[in-house]
């Protein structure tokens, strides 16, 4: 059973950087595709950043795109969503997610994915 784990969320304010932490157990995920997603109060779950097994290939949603960077540590079985230039809009409760292993594709749909963490809030000040 993998158990992913999300860290670093809480209180920035606009302009600020966050990073989040995904740590996985009960299997190494070096070949699993890795996602983040994030849900606002009152609305739907959307997709934020995802990245190939390999680590090759990157994907952003465009309202992050240029400010967040999502990256890899297979060595430590987990990986990170570095979130810069933070606004108010990317307030939000964040939830990493896997698939694997060795898809062919980078999952961007929340049905893709099999595995989900439990979320970190992050709240951004204006």
């Known amino acids: 059973q993998v158990q992913l784990v999300e860290s670093g969320g809480g209180l920035v304010q606009a302009g600020g950087s966050l990073r989040l932490s995904c740590a996985a157990s009960?299997?190494?995920?070096?070949?699993?595709?890795m996602g983040w997603f994030r849900q606002a109060p009152g609305k739907e779950r959307e997709f934020v950043a995802a990245i190939s097994w390999t680590g090759g290939s990157t994907y952003y949603a465009d309202s992050v795109k240029g400010r967040f960077t999502i990256s890899r540590n297979n060595v430590k079985n987990t990986k990170y969503l570095q979130m810069n230039s933070l606004k108010p809009e990317d307030a939000a409760i964040y939830y990493c997610?896997?698939?694997?292993?060795?898809?062919?594709?980078?999952?961007?749909?929340?049905?893709?994915?099999?595995?989900w963490g439990q979320g970190t809030q992050v709240t951004v000040s204006s």
């Open positions: 009960g299997r190494t995920l070096s070949t699993y595709a």
């Open positions: 997610a896997a698939r694997g292993p060795k898809v062919g594709w980078v999952p961007k749909l929340e049905s893709e994915y099999t595995y």
